[in-house]
């Protein structure tokens, strides 16, 4: 008998629906849901591969001990008792500080991560904590806590509203949106362009995106923010600085005013390869435009300056009056979120020991990890968890992180698969397949271009001896607290709910403000794991049923009850009710923003002409596992190097051949594919590649390994948010 299960998509951002049909037990088929209130049947070619995952023998589902050097199946007692004696032994030596902690992209699509993760490392007492942010979208945070005061008040493009939408350095047709929640990006650029509006990419690469738009303009990598800065100071020259209600809000004017005064379309023509006619050009239309929204993503903010970029884009939102209004950015309201208070936002509580980095929202940037591990002295790591990340594939420097990680006392990984990076550690436990747990998007609702909720079941029962990845943390965090191996971990996942629950009661602006917290506790749905904090958040979130003050309102026994998700509405204005500095004002003026700018200044003077290296995304690839799908990497080679035709030929490489591409951090050879879709002076290979290293066991992926970008990319970070600078690398590249 065939039964149909309806989830989301959760192996990007989009939030996709799926059908799952179900025969026997065995997932005979996924389709994209067409009654999905959001996605409405769209799906990329990855949703349909969820069964391929599931199905993979090279996915682990028993725990690995390491033994003289090789890997044996363990039972999880077992497993647990090797990490008990041995982390314990390691912090009764060494203190707290000597374990660190790395967090790949994976958790913030998982309930257990977004939920758990935090009590462990709480519960751990270390300030080595790192993930996949710094080498991603901390300048975004970091800059949306400096306007707004809380780093995930993020404005979106109101796709569905705008007339005009600029984008820079975003490929969201092959990315499916990053930083903007929407499924099926192609239709939705399609509509502005139907409604008559226009769209515009700036990026070093015809992507398919720049393909698709009305206009391309190339950009040398690394300049975004000071072709960003050369709109504010045509706005400002020209007239047009028109900011609407929110000049009432804003604080600092003045300062960007007289800021961008350096930074005219002339003067940074040459840097950023932008002429200064285009530039005003694309000012009118900007300002003119009835609606219009200025979205900048990875390959702005994955700079020396990309917290200067991040701050630009919504500083030229706010002066053409376009944040917080329909079809311009605006805010969504997710769910789950709960009252802030307002209290600003700020960094470098702590710095990292070797290099002085100061910490971003908790953590220290990956870009550093291996310095922590070699560096001798007091807080040495000699310890690393790592949950559902591939450092060795993702962080920048990539050769040295590899040899750091051989050199740790102890190493525990929580993931699908015996990688790069995992393949250092003393003892792998397996994650469950996404089909066998629920699944609830708390990250992406809140950068959702439409307000929705959905919540997913799991599709299929648990497999047999496997534990849930919330399990397997709380089990952790037993260990860190020095509970028994063996303890009960149900009261460790009472104080996790308790912990919620103790928040909303004493949060005065909560609907449950003042009441009895075992009450609350008693009434929440769910059972034991992460469906408990979900039921309690959606409850006392902006549409919750507030438990019994509103009836109608959203549960997690009305999300059961609507399998296609509830569709709660288009985007709002926000401001200035949401905001959450001190003095309820949007600082347009940070003082480390401005002191930055003279950095980027010096950009002017620092073209050398020399070749940049950047990335790519592909549509069957999101995360390195993915390689080890044979559907998804079929087909001709992707990891090239992608060469415009002129420097080609001034370097000697001809299409098909090999190059060696060279920097400061490493070298590697990999297959030249000659395009005029490229920027000259730009060279463009994919990132997530590099599967020919020993101890790795992912057999498909193996068969095509391709090469690690980030052997050649150095741990260069911008030092307001701790970001690497993965976009813009000078390179030599040479014939092989």
């Not at 951002?13 to 088929?29: F, H, N, S, Y």
């Not at 935090?118 to 751990?124: G, S």
């Not at 705008?162 to 099926?184: C, E, F, K, R, W």
């Not at 009850?561 to 500095?581: I, K, S």
Request: charged letters at 25%; aromatic letters at 6%.
């Amino acid at each position: 008998m065939t039964t149909i299960v309806y989830r989301t998509c959760p192996l990007c951002e989009a939030t996709c629906g799926l059908a799952v049909e179900i025969d026997d037990g065995q997932v005979r088929r996924i389709r994209g849901d067409r009654d999905d209130v959001f996605s409405h049947g769209f799906l990329c070619p990855k949703g349909s591969t969820l069964q391929h995952l599931h199905n993979d023998p090279d996915r682990l589902r028993t725990p690995l001990i390491k033994r003289n050097g090789r890997f044996v199946e363990a039972t999880w007692d077992e497993a647990f008792d090797v990490i008990a004696n041995r982390l314990r032994s390691i912090l009764d030596e060494h203190g707290h500080y000597s374990v660190g902690v790395y967090l790949g992209n994976p958790n913030v699509h998982n309930m257990s991560g977004v939920i758990y993760n935090r009590a462990f490392i709480k519960t751990l007492g270390s300030k080595n904590v790192y993930t996949a942010s710094t080498i991603d979208q901390m300048p975004k945070h970091v800059s949306s806590g400096l306007l707004f005061g809380h780093p995930d008040l993020i404005p979106v493009p109101d796709l569905d509203r705008t007339d005009y939408l600029l984008i820079l350095g975003a490929n969201p047709l092959v990315s499916n949106g990053s930083l903007a929640t929407a499924p099926d990006w192609p239709g939705r650029l399609d509509t502005i362009r139907r409604r008559g509006g226009k769209v515009v990419v700036v990026d070093p690469r015809q992507t398919k995106t720049a393909a698709a738009a009305d206009e391309h303009l190339f950009i040398r990598p690394g300049t975004d923010a000071l072709w960003l800065f050369a709109i504010v100071q045509v706005l400002w020259e020209q007239d047009l600085v028109r900011p609407r209600r929110l000049l009432d809000h804003l604080d600092g004017l003045d300062e960007v005013a007289a800021a961008c005064a350096a930074f005219s379309p002339e003067r940074v023509a040459d840097a950023t390869g932008i002429d200064p006619e285009t530039t005003r050009r694309m000012v009118i239309e900007l300002a003119g435009a009835d609606t219009a929204a200025v979205y900048g993503r990875f390959g702005t903010q994955t700079t020396e300056y990309g917290t200067l970029a991040a701050w630009l884009v919504d500083v030229v939102n706010i002066l053409t009056g376009n944040l917080d209004e329909p079809g311009g950015a605006m805010f969504s309201r997710p769910a789950t979120e709960q009252p802030r208070p307002r209290r600003g936002f700020r960094t470098g509580r702590w710095a990292s020991r070797v290099h002085g980095f100061p910490e971003v929202r908790g953590e220290l940037p990956v870009a550093t990890l291996a310095d922590e591990i070699e560096t001798d002295g007091e807080g040495q790591i000699r310890v690393l968890v790592t949950i559902a990340g591939n450092p060795v594939l993702s962080a920048p420097d990539a050769g040295r992180l590899d040899r750091a990680l051989g050199s740790l006392e102890f190493m525990v990984s929580i993931d699908l698969y015996r990688n790069e990076t995992t393949r250092h550690a003393d003892v792998i436990l397996p994650a469950p397949s996404p089909l066998n747990r629920a699944h609830y998007d708390f990250a992406f609702t809140g950068l959702s271009v439409h307000n929705v909720a959905n919540y997913s079941p799991p599709v299929l029962p648990p497999e047999e001896g496997m534990l849930d990845e919330w399990e397997i943390l709380l089990r952790l965090t037993a260990i860190a607290a020095g509970m028994p191996v063996d303890a009960d971990i149900g009261p460790l996942d009472d104080m996790v709910l308790a912990t919620v629950v103790n928040a909303a009661v004493s949060n005065d602006r909560s609907p449950v403000h003042g009441r009895d917290p075992a009450e609350i506790m008693a009434a929440t749905d769910g059972g034991r794991g992460p469906e408990r904090v979900l039921d309690m958040l959606l409850r006392t979130g902006p549409y919750g049923d507030g438990y019994g003050t509103e009836p109608d309102g959203l549960s997690l026994a009305m999300l059961r009850r609507n399998p296609h998700g509830v569709d709660l509405g288009a985007l709002e204005p926000r401001l200035p009710d949401t905001l959450c500095t001190p003095n309820g004002r949007i600082d347009l003026a940070p003082a480390s923003i401005m002191a930055d700018i003279p950095r980027l200044e010096a950009l002017l003077a620092d073209h050398d002409g020399g070749v940049r290296l950047i990335g790519r995304r592909d549509l069957r690839s999101n995360n390195s596992w993915m390689h080890n799908l044979e559907v998804l990497v079929r087909g001709k080679e992707r990891c090239t190097l992608l060469v415009h035709p002129g420097d080609a030929e001034r370097l000697g490489l001809v299409d098909g051949g090999e190059a060696v591409v060279t920097s400061d951090a490493g070298e590697i050879t990999v297959p030249v594919v000659i395009t005029d879709g490229i920027m000259p002076g730009v060279v463009s290979l994919p990132h997530g590649w590099g599967h020919d290293l020993e101890g790795v066991g992912m057999q498909v992926a193996a068969r095509r390994p391709g090469v690690n970008v980030n052997t050649v990319t150095p741990g260069t970070v911008d030092p307001l948010s701790g970001n690497a600078a993965l976009s813009g690398v000078p390179v030599e590249v040479r014939p092989a």
